[in-house]
């Protein structure tokens, strides 16, 4: 009988907490350069642009690594030496081990948790016109996620997480690494919720109207689209609309 085949990528988590500056270096410099190859090769994905982000500095990409109200998740690839495991994954000191051998081949953070009202602040707001999940997240038509959000006391509360920067290589797609990674972010919210003692959970994306492939693979994964044109300042200029979606991710008992 023949062995099953391996996965075609490990989804690994950046470590909070990276002791050794080199490996630091290393992990900035691997995320910097899949992030910009993104930039650049699929532009339409993300809010951002090569141009703009081409220009920071060490400390800035140092800190979307060790974001303290983010986590960034990478799919990894053997290189061939040897045959990586879920099972590797013991600690901080494995992830590190695993992010430095194996080849990156896709990248998603999770922002989060925000604490977020379902109540509106307007009185005169009807119930059918509640505050949707993506208002955690945009404050005057900008993405805006104070670093209090980390101290937050969610008891009893509604924890709302962000999807952003999901991109996987090219040659590495139509292998199921985009919707595993999507997944492995499922998962984190659900566990990083229950962790918080929240009573519920839920994600946030948006994505382009032009890139219906996106949107169908979230919509797929059990995501609905709450709002088909969320406008956004552009960091291109001037303003842009985005299609809203988001899950409830629930939380076990």
Do not use: C
Request: overall charge neutral; aromatic content about 8%.
């Amino acid at each position: 009988m023949a062995s099953p085949r391996p996965p075609a990528g490990l989804i690994v988590p950046i470590p909070r907490t990276i002791q050794s500056p080199t490996d630091l270096d290393n992990i900035v410099q691997l995320y910097k350069t899949l992030r910009l190859e993104g930039l650049s090769v699929d532009p339409a994905s993300f809010s951002s642009t090569f141009e703009q982000e081409s220009q920071f500095d060490y400390e800035t990409w140092q800190s979307r690594v060790v974001n303290p109200i983010g986590r960034t998740f990478v799919a990894v690839g053997s290189n061939g030496q040897e045959q990586m495991q879920v099972e590797d994954i013991e600690d901080n000191e494995s992830a590190v081990r695993l992010l430095l051998k194996g080849r990156w081949l896709g990248l998603i953070t999770v922002l989060g948790p925000v604490l977020f009202s379902e109540q509106s602040d307007n009185t005169s707001t009807t119930l059918s016109e509640k505050p949707r999940l993506h208002t955690a997240f945009i404050k005057n038509k900008r993405y805006d996620i104070s670093m209090d959000a980390a101290n937050a006391n969610f008891d009893g509360a509604h924890a709302a997480f962000m999807i952003v920067g999901l991109f996987v290589l090219p040659q590495a797609r139509r292998k199921g690494l985009a919707g595993r990674l999507i997944k492995t972010s499922m998962e984190y919210v659900r566990e990083e919720a229950q962790r918080k003692h929240a009573n519920k959970s839920s994600i946030a994306i948006q994505v382009a109207p032009t890139n219906a492939q996106a949107q169908s693979l979230y919509e797929r994964l059990g995501f609905y689209v709450t709002d088909k044109a969320i406008v956004l300042t552009s960091q291109r200029g001037g303003e842009e609309q985005v299609v809203g979606l988001e899950k409830e991710v629930r939380i076990e008992p």
